[in-house]
Structures are given as structure tokens and as C-alpha cells.
């Protein structure tokens, strides 16, 4: 206990310097600008970020990384406010009432609020990640190859039941990133597998071109294929919160804080998963249920809580586990590997004091919106009237510099547009992205798990059965595919209703 407080301690203290305040400041500014965009996500962000950060040391690079996630999440309530189209998916949730409170002249009351609980939520999220991470890593160490497989696979399962309207099309684009995954060499053996005696093909589809490609280069296609630009209301009023408004909504904070931490935690749910949880709790318990979705307070500080309380929440997983939370996450771990620090249950062992480094990169994160937040509002604000016919070619060029700049191969360019094109058809058809970034990140743990797995077990399945953590997994696992099969959802329809009859019955009283 004390010597994680010491190590926490003294990485409060190894940022506090003005060059990692700068980089700290710039990529929360970095990050709000493009969640401030319309159609750019913070998967690109990070993704983009990430090349351009490649030469320097790994803890100025993170931090880059960390702040500019925070950040993104943050600025895309602006649009969410302003233009009542969402900055970033987990923004979604605050355009109701947000929208709701911009028309009716308070656009600068409801920036206050979504600023005031993204703050205090990515403070509730730093706690959990400073007090969860080292005690989850420490449970991760007992978990074998067995454990990994089915952790992997129940990740992609729950991405693809949980992102999107159609579950089949979520599972479908998990298998997609699975498939993909395996192309080029494998892991135990350097055998080409899916490369059709293409020598390009032997180093598989690197990480970072594929995300570019489906985040980056698919979203500028589906930008300029809208059809006109959005009106942007007016900010008149003033943005500083009022101080009696948070203390009266502190109730919602804390619950949709924790919620979206607990969110956070499972594999494959990404930040809006947080935010809506937590804004159907917050008008669940509501008095004044009915003024949801018309400006109320308490539905625009659940929702802005909820969502930016669940980015520590998918780093714990991440750091403690190696298994991404979300799509951003995704990019932010295979930064991380990039720069030589392997997330995973040996982190507590290899890197101990990283996991506290990432704690106080996420407070310097937090401080760095609060600042933006309240005093740069109008000056942020000229970014939403950048035409997109002016913005998405210069996104283009960075998506390129981005695809070529990780290994410096041309393929790596072609395979961002090949994956871009074929990605931006397939959001048209409802398939989400999410569901294949989570595939494509978890397709070699998988792999090389499964693998190793068996040549322990002499080529015997029975262990990923009879561990006891592998049964938990593997049940949690089929119990959610079985879920969305008509027959099986109408078996526990019908056991569900004895069980209903019997607890809605009142007792008979006495004489």
C-alpha cells in the first residue's frame, strides 16, 4: 500500500515540468479540436497522434495520447450542444437536453454542465483507475493461455451485442477483425498464412493504417457524402457553472461516474455504452422524469459523467488485462506496444510504476478541459465554421502521413484506403467499426493463446473448459451469443414468468 502511494507520488511529481504540462496541454487541445469536428472520432485522433509522436519518449508520447482521448470525448459535447449532431458517438446522449438547453438561449449553461461533470467524473475515474488497475493485474497473474482465449473471444462477443442495432452485423465485423488478424506470419511458428504468395502480405495489415483507414479515411467519405452543412446555434450566455447547480447534482455525478467505470470494465463496450447507462439511470430515479430530453440538468450531467468517466474505466482493463476496453483504447495499447511497454498481467511486474504514470497523465488530462473548458470557449468555437470541403482533404493528407509514417511502406498507404473503402461502404449498410478494431487488436492474443493452449495441453480442448476461471469465461461467452437466439430468449421468457407471478403476489392479511 505504501509503496504504490510512493510510486503514485512520484509520478505526480516526474510531470509536474513545464514541457510535460506543454505536451499535456497540447494534446487535450488537439483532442478537443477534432471532437469539436463533426464526423472525426477519437479513435482517429489517437490513431493519427500516435505517428506523429512515434520518435518521442514514451511517457511524453502517452501522455500526448492520453490527453488528446480525454479530450476528444470532452469537444464533442460542444457539437452535441451546439449543432445537436454528436462530436463523438459517446456524445449522442447529450443532444437531447443539451440542444434542448442551446435553444432556449442557455448554450453557455449547459457547456458549464457538461464541463463541470466531465470533470468531476474523470476525477471519480482516476480514483478507481489508481486503486483498480494493480489489484486486477495482480488476479490477471493466475490467468493462463486458457484464460486469454476465452477473455479475447468474450471481448468480441460483447462489442458485437452491444455496438449497433444488429447484433449478427457486430459479431460478423468481429470475425472480420479476427480474419484479418491472421493474415501474414503466425506467431509460434512463422508460417504465412492468407498471403496468396504475397511477400507484402507476410507482414500482416499493421495496426495503425487499418485503424486510419476505417476511422479516418472512411469517416471523410461519409463527411463529404452529407448533404449540407449544420446550423450552429449561437452562444450568448455565460459558460462558468454555477457553483449551487453541480453541488445540487452531485448525486447523479457520483452514479453515473461509477457507472460508467463499470462500463468501462467490460471488454468491447465502448464510452456511449456509459453515457446512455447512465442516462437511463439518472431519469429512472428522476422526480421530474418528463423534462428529460426537453434541457434537463440532470439528464445532460448523467450523460456527459457517464461517458467520460468510462475512459479510465477502459484503461484499467487495458493496463491490467491487455484487453482493450474500447476502440480507442485499442489504439492507445498498440501505441503503448509500439513504444516498448507491453500491457498485460506482467505490467505490475515489468512496469509497475507505469500503471501510476498513467494515473497522474489522466489528472493532468483532467485539469487540462477544466482549463479549456472555461476559458478558450469562443476561440474553439471557430473551428465548428471550418467548411468540410476545406477540412477533410487536409485530413486525408494527415490520414496518409499517418499510414506511411509507422513503417515507412507505401502498402501500408494502399491497405488505409483499401480498408477505408470497403469500411465506408459497409457503415452505410449498418455495419459498425468498432466491433472490427476490437477483432483486429484482440485477433493475435487470441491466436497465440489458442495456439499455446493447445501445444501445453498435448492438443487436448478439455482445459479451456475445466479451469475454473476458463468455465466462468467460456459460460459468460456462450450465455451471450445464446441470448440473441430466438429459441433460447423465449425458454427464459417462459421460466421468467412463474418467478414474476410469484413475486408480484401480495400477502393476504391477518382476519
Known amino acids: 500500500m505504501l509503496t504504490g502511494l510512493a510510486q503514485l507520488g512520484h509520478a505526480y511529481l516526474s510531470f509536474l515540468n513545464p514541457l510535460s504540462i506543454l505536451f499535456g496541454l497540447g494534446g487535450a487541445l488537439v483532442g478537443i479540436i477534432v471532437g469539436c469536428l463533426p464526423g472525426l472520432s477519437a479513435t482517429l485522433c489517437i490513431a493519427l497522434l500516435t505517428t506523429m509522436t512515434i520518435k518521442l519518449p514514451a511517457n511524453d508520447a502517452i501522455l500526448i495520447l492520453v490527453c488528446s482521448y480525454v479530450g476528444t470525448l470532452y469537444g464533442g459535447s460542444r457539437t452535441a ?138 469517416e471523410i467519405l461519409t463527411t463529404l457524402a452529407r448533404p449540407k452543412e449544420p446550423k450552429l446555434v449561437e452562444l450568448k ?78 484503461i484499467i482493463p487495458c493496463l491490467a488485462l491487455g484487453i482493450p476496453g474500447s476502440a480507442p483504447s485499442a489504439v492507445l495499447m498498440a501505441a503503448m506496444i509500439l513504444h516498448g511497454i507491453q500491457p498485460g498481467p506482467m505490467m505490475m511486474i515489468e512496469h509497475p510504476e507505469f500503471v501510476y504514470d498513467v494515473v497522474a497523465m489522466t489528472t493532468l488530462a483532467m485539469f487540462s478541459i477544466l482549463v479549456f473548458g472555461l476559458f478558450l470557449v469562443k476561440p ?53 467499426m468498432a466491433p472490427f478494431v476490437l477483432g483486429l487488436v484482440l485477433g493475435g492474443i487470441l491466436d497465440k493463446n489458442l495456439r499455446r493452449g493447445l501445444v501445453l495441453s498435448d492438443g487436448a480442448i478439455e482445459p479451456f473448459f475445466t479451469r475454473p476461471i476458463s468455465m466462468v469465461l467460456a459460460a459468460a461467452t456462450i450465455f451471450t451469443l445464446l441470448l440473441y437466439v430466438p429459441a433460447f430468449k423465449a425458454g427464459l421468457r417462459a421460466l421468467g414468468r412463474p418467478v414474476r407471478r410469484l413475486l408480484s403476489r401480495r400477502p393476504v392479511a391477518d382476519g
Open 81 to 218: 450542444i451546439l449543432l445537436n449532431i454528436p462530436g463523438t458517438a459517446a456524445n449522442a446522449a447529450s443532444c437531447a437536453d443539451g440542444h434542448a438547453l442551446a435553444l432556449r438561449g442557455e448554450a453557455g449553461r449547459a457547456i458549464g454542465i457538461a464541463t463541470s461533470g466531465a470533470f468531476t467524473s474523470t476525477l471519480i475515474g482516476v480514483l478507481c483507475l489508481a486503486a483498480f488497475t494493480p489489484v486486477l493485474g495482480n488476479v490477471a497473474l493466475s490467468f493462463g493461455s486458457f484464460e486469454f482465449f476465452w477473455l479475447a473471444l468474450f471481448g468480441v462477443t460483447m462489442s458485437g451485442t452491444l455496438v449497433g442495432d444488429d447484433p449478427l452485423k457486430g459479431w460478423l465485423m468481429g470475425l472480420l477483425g479476427l480474419f484479418v488478424a491472421q493474415i501474414g506470419q503466425d506467431g509460434l511458428y512463422a508460417h504465412d498464412r492468407f498471403t496468396f504468395e504475397w511477400d507484402q502480405l507476410s507482414g500482416g495489415i499493421a495496426l495503425i493504417p487499418a485503424l486510419v483507414g476505417a476511422f479516418g479515411f472512411a
Open 380 to 432: 474553439l468555437l471557430l473551428v465548428l465554421r471550418v467548411k468540410r470541403t476545406i477540412l477533410m482533404p487536409i485530413i486525408f493528407v494527415l490520414c496518409t502521413i499517418g499510414a506511411f509514417a509507422t513503417a515507412s511502406r507505401l502498402f501500408d498507404v494502399y491497405a488505409m484506403l483499401v480498408i477505408g473503402i470497403v469500411a465506408f461502404f459497409l457503415r452505410g449498410k449498418g455495419y459498425q
Open 237 to 314: 450566455d455565460s459558460v462558468l457553472p454555477r457553483f449551487r447547480e453541480v453541488v445540487e447534482h452531485w448525486p447523479t455525478v457520483v452514479r453515473s461516474g461509477l457507472i460508467g467505470v463499470f462500463t468501462g470494465l467490460m471488454p468491447g463496450v465502448g464510452e456511449d455504452a456509459g453515457a446512455w447507462m447512465s442516462y437511463a439511470a439518472a431519469k429512472a430515479v428522476s422526480k421530474k422524469p418528463e423534462e428529460f430530453g426537453k434541457g434537463s440538468i440532470d439528464g445532460l450531467m448523467a450523460a456527459e459523467t457517464g461517458d467520460m468517466a468510462s475512459i479510465p474505466g477502459h
